[in-house]
């Protein structure tokens, strides 16, 4: 994997979750994938489990957004930070959490491995702005 395929595959894995197509979810995991929603999880295992636990309780589209980035890639493994927003009906931010990824990928790009480290902010710096790491051209 590199910075590229990695970005490819975290801009996948926002718009799978926008479209909470099952499919779609689980073409982004290995069929012996683990997935943790905090360190400390039992992992759910294969990719379908993985879908059936995010449509669980979906997220409703255009209630949030999101973005993330590779921090550091080498080899198979990964690690991403951004962001991730929920939104009143007004469109003003309701909650905002910080979020670290921490990956490995199999052979075909898909994920094998994911634990998610998030917190949430405090209200008073929902609007505190978080700079994007840089991507590197080539």
Same mark, same amino acid.
């Given at each position: 994997m590199d910075r590229r395929s990695v970005q490819a595959w975290l801009d996948r894995y926002i718009d799978t979750w926008r479209s909470g197509d099952a499919a779609e979810i689980a073409a982004l995991f290995s069929r012996d994938a683990e997935y943790r929603y905090h360190p400390s999880d039992d992992p759910i295992?294969?990719?379908?489990?993985?879908a059936a636990s995010w449509l669980e309780t979906?997220?409703?589209p255009g209630t949030w957004d999101a973005? !993330?980035?590779p921090f550091v890639v080498e080899g198979e493994r990964a690690v991403a930070t951004g962001v991730?927003? !929920?939104f009143h009906p007004d469109g003003s931010a309701d909650r905002v959490y910080d979020n670290v990824f921490v990956m490995t990928f199999d052979t075909q790009g898909r994920c094998?491995?994911?634990t998610e480290w998030f917190v949430q902010r405090p209200s008073d710096r929902l609007d505190a702005a978080v700079p994007e790491p840089l991507i590197p051209e080539g």
């Open positions: 295992r294969g990719p379908e489990q993985i979906p997220d409703e973005w !993330y980035r991730s927003t !929920y094998s491995e994911f």
